[in-house]
């Protein structure tokens, strides 16, 4: 039997903005957490971006909070939601004010890189929801600006990303000053050793909804990687945004300086790009991704620290210029494509220096991925096209790739001679494309 939202005993003020926003059927993370989140449980959440996560506790949070009618105190907040990126912040707190424009709930959001002076005006009136990375809110709460008294719902968003960034050691600070009594939920897409230790002192006998395999890709990416020497990495990239078919790509590079020179690059070749990482100010990284999202820019280059403040609908292909060095950044990445039901392409550049991280990518994953030749030496004029591939052992054009050889990249049942965009356009109408497996330091958030 399917379920439908009203099937979940959400009021009607969220089924009223549910319907608003278009929403039909409520995915499998919202089907198994909604009920228990409205009883009262603590969460353990294992899930992937793009499956929902932010609606599956945003709605139990709001009808909570709306059945209890008290104000916030001064300087605090009846809902905390922590997470790792200012653009992830942004995003939550939108999703809470549209799921819940009918039922007259304050919702704030902090981070850094901004002035705090609007953000402090607004914890001193009392806050129903609060969204926040953890620098800022520990800063404020330092200046005496924050209190967490009034905290009934905590929420901990993508703790894995919060442990890569160096945020592990603010959120042991947070925890212990927020009231005894509450309930507490952790979502994160993979579980390493010290999200396990973190568990047993935020929640309590948890309910665990888990909707994938952790640290699994999801099926309708099509993920493929290609060896290409590092000096002709920007050559590979700009020669492949010759094919139409990439019409929105999202780029990752592994510093802040490679982002920029990759954008840089792109752009005086006449393909539009912005770049986006933490070093951009507030404004000029919403408008990069504004650019993006609105198609003013065809390729939005990010930091992994990017990575998952990026929600946007109609992201062909992610191409990962440089290899990441943590291996879930990679499952993190590629989960920007094939969201809101559509297929996806994951390209990896493989440089020699990069082997062992696509070994260890692949040991996570749990998977190998599929070698496919580039046609990047058509430029000499051998006459491919841009996007004509066709797949290989892993020992492909001269390279070894470590001792992969042997684990059927011989082109058994791997062949793409297909344009990278063929499979998109034959699949738009629901079709799911191969089954592969799922979703990438402190910064200035």
Not at 137 to 156: E, K
């Amino acid at each position: 039997m399917t379920l439908s939202f009203s099937d979940l005993a959400l009021v009607e003020p969220i089924q009223r903005a549910l319907s608003a926003e278009n929403y039909e059927r409520p995915t499998p993370i919202q089907a198994q957490a909604i009920p228990h989140l409205l009883a009262g449980r603590d969460l353990l959440g294992i899930a992937q971006t793009g499956t929902g996560k932010t609606a599956a506790f945003a709605l139990p949070i709001l009808q909570r909070l709306a059945a209890n009618r008290v104000a916030a105190p001064r300087n605090s907040m009846r809902a905390l939601v922590l997470t790792p990126t200012r653009e992830l912040a942004l995003q939550i707190a939108d999703s809470f004010r549209g799921y819940g424009r009918h039922m007259g709930l304050r919702t704030a959001v902090i981070f850094g890189g901004v002035s705090q002076g609007p953000q402090v005006d607004a914890l001193r009136r009392g806050i129903d929801i609060l969204v926040a990375t953890p620098g800022r809110l520990l800063d404020l709460h330092q200046q005496g600006h924050v209190r967490y008294d009034g905290v009934t719902v905590f929420v901990l968003d993508e703790a894995d990303r919060m442990l890569d960034m160096g945020f592990i050691r603010d959120i042991r600070r947070i925890v212990p000053l927020l009231p005894k009594q509450r309930q507490s939920l952790l979502f994160s897409a993979t579980m390493p050793d010290e999200i396990n230790r973190l568990i047993g002192t935020l929640l309590k006998d948890p309910v665990r909804v888990e909707v994938t395999p952790s640290a699994t890709t999801v099926e309708r990416i099509d993920q493929r990687v290609m060896f290409v020497d590092a000096g002709n990495k920007r050559a590979l990239l700009a020669f492949l945004l010759k094919d139409g078919a990439i019409a929105r790509a999202l780029v990752f590079t592994r510093t802040k300086h490679a982002a920029n020179r990759v954008a840089e690059g792109l752009a005086k070749g006449g393909i539009g790009a912005e770049a986006i990482h933490g070093n951009k100010s507030q404004g000029a990284r919403q408008r990069a991704l504004g650019n993006f999202r609105d198609g003013r820019a065809r390729v939005l280059v990010a930091t992994d620290i990017a990575a998952r403040g990026i929600d946007i609908d109609g992201i062909t292909h992610v191409i990962n210029f440089e290899l990441p060095n943590v291996p879930e950044s990679y499952v993190h990445r590629i989960g920007r494509t094939a969201r809101a039901g559509a297929d996806g392409i994951a390209i990896s550049f493989c440089d020699h220096s990069e082997k062992a991280y696509l070994r260890d990518i692949e040991k996570l994953t749990r998977q190998k991925i599929a070698v496919v030749e580039h046609g990047f030496r058509a430029q000499a004029g051998q006459g491919a096209s841009p996007t004509g591939t066709q797949a290989n052992g892993h020992n492909g054009h001269g390279h070894n790739h470590g001792g992969h050889n042997g684990h059927g990249h011989n082109g058994n049942g791997h062949d793409r001679g297909h344009e990278f965009g063929n499979r998109r356009r034959r699949n738009r109408g629901g079709g799911h494309g191969r089954p592969h497996g799922h979703a990438p330091a402190r910064p200035q958030a």
